[in-house]
T-cell receptor
């Protein structure tokens, strides 16, 4: 089944403790992206990747890192999480680097930083 | 960059009635406009999209219309059903050669049985 898989689905952590949210897609998509969703703010892009070893900042990249060593994986790294990073995170992928092929979203990761 | 706004933020409709959500965008170069539906606790899913060379597109009970001159596009849901209750996000992109999809903040649609 074609899908974008995120792990974990739920995560509670403490301020300053490094964490990684994994994202993997099995559709051979070139384009991958991370969004955070907060009430009243919609979906805001954190980072995106056009292809392996190519990443770029989105609208809210501060406090996040990403890597794209393989085509299928695009992990989101929070080196020193803070409470304002408590949010619902979605990974998304698209066939190529063009947004007009539609995004496939993962199931989301609800992160709480205390 | 592109700025996408959605109105109204919340819409309540009686089952069987029609619902219309409108989005405006700022960048006249945008030419791809998708709509995503997010049910409670689930991921956003693409339900319909339109490109700038088309004024209207339909898929069963949903349709999208585009007015490039006024820079707005709308989602129309006819004969609403309880399963249409969700948050709907519109988005805009410059399409070919561009990788950024700018989302609106979302509309909560509530269908009252």
């Amino acid at each position: 089944e074609a899908q974008v898989t995120q792990n974990p689905r739920y995560l509670i952590t403490v301020t300053g403790k490094k964490l990684t949210v994994t994202c993997s897609q099995n559709m051979n998509h070139e384009y991958m992206s991370w969004y955070r969703q907060d009430p009243g703010l919609g979906l805001r892009q954190i980072y995106y990747s056009m292809n392996v070893e190519v990443t770029d900042k989105g609208d809210v990249p501060e406090g996040y890192k990403v890597s794209r060593k393989e085509k299928r994986n695009f992990p989101l790294i929070l080196e020193s999480p803070s409470p304002n990073q408590t949010s619902l995170y979605f990974c998304a992928s698209s066939l190529n680097g063009q947004a007009d092929y539609g995004y496939t979203f993962g199931s989301g990761t609800r992160l709480t930083v205390v | 960059g592109e700025n996408v706004e959605q109105h109204p933020s919340t819409l309540s409709v009686q089952e069987g009635d029609s619902a219309v959500i409108k989005c405006t965008y700022s960048d006249s170069a945008s030419n791809y406009f998708p709509w995503y539906k997010q049910e409670l606790g689930k991921r956003p899913q693409l339900i319909i999209d339109i490109r700038s060379n088309v004024g209207e597109k339909k898929d069963q009970r949903i349709a999208v219309t585009l007015n490039k001159t006024a820079k707005h596009f709308s989602l129309h849901i006819t004969e609403t059903q309880p399963e249409d209750s969700a948050v709907y996000f519109c988005a805009a992109s410059k399409g070919y050669g561009n990788n950024r999809l700018a989302f609106g903040k979302g509309n909560q649609v509530v269908v009252i049985p």
